[in-house]
């Protein structure tokens, strides 16, 4: 099973400030099968970035994802205030189970 | 456009069955996987596991094996999640949701969750 370890834990910031979350994985994710959700109090999670860097359909481009074999990137670029939220990370490569990281909670500064 | 609406919300008590629905509404039923994912109070997600709509094949995770069951009713265009011998730690948010093509596991649609509360 690969374990998908995001940091930091909790990120501190400001509107307009630029975002980067950073996701580990314990081996490598075959074919860059790795995505990004955004998740908001009492709400189902919403796809942001697959396949490491390709954004779903509707997301803003302030959102990027980069990264391959273990480590990956979401970076927001200009914090708006409706991006504050729970950012998860999920490998969906060759085999299941298909993990998510734990999670890093966006707040503001 | 592609909606997936669940159950309501449960309670049950430690060893008990509860069975979760998620009917889709908006596209083909039968041509994307859908997929069970939970998330405990405060905690992340988990994957729980998928059914091809079209086959009625499942591929649960290992954790879940021997206590889960995926099936579904395509004439409804429903699916569903049966978690059995229910424990505390089993009280969580469970999700439906869908893969974005075919039988991928990016997940591009989701139910709104339904809570299942375990206790005594």
């Known amino acids: 099973e690969i374990v998908l370890t995001q940091s930091p834990g909790t990120l501190s910031l400001s509107p307009g400030e630029r975002a980067t979350l950073s996701c580990r994985a314990s081996?490598?994710?075959?074919?860059?099968?790795l995505a990004w959700y955004q998740q908001k109090p009492g709400q189902a999670p919403r796809l942001l970035i697959y396949g490491a860097s390709s954004r779903a359909t509707g997301i803003p481009d302030r959102f990027s994802g980069s990264g391959s074999g273990t480590d990956f990137t979401l970076t927001i670029s200009r914090l708006e205030p409706e991006d504050f939220a729970v950012y998860y990370c999920q490998q969906y490569g060759s085999s299941p189970p298909y993990t998510f990281g734990q999670g890093t909670k966006l707040e503001i500064k | 456009q592609v909606q997936l609406v669940q159950s309501g919300a449960e309670v049950k008590k430690p060893g008990a069955s509860v069975k979760v629905s998620c009917k889709a509404s908006g596209y083909t039923f039968t041509g994307y996987y859908m997929h069970w994912v939970r998330q405990a109070p405060g905690q992340g997600l988990e994957w729980m596991g998928w059914i091809n709509p079209n086959s009625g094949g499942t591929n649960y995770a290992q954790k879940f094996q021997g206590r889960v069951t995926m099936t579904r009713d395509t004439s409804i265009s429903t699916a569903y999640m049966e978690l059995s011998r229910l424990r505390s730690d089993d009280t969580a948010v469970y999700y439906c949701?869908?893969?974005?093509?075919?039988?991928?596991?990016?997940?591009?649609?989701w139910g709104q969750g339904t809570l299942v509360t375990v206790s005594s």
């Open positions: 949701a869908r893969s974005s093509y075919g039988g991928n596991s990016i997940l591009n649609y």
């Open positions: 081996q490598s994710v075959s074919s860059s099968s």
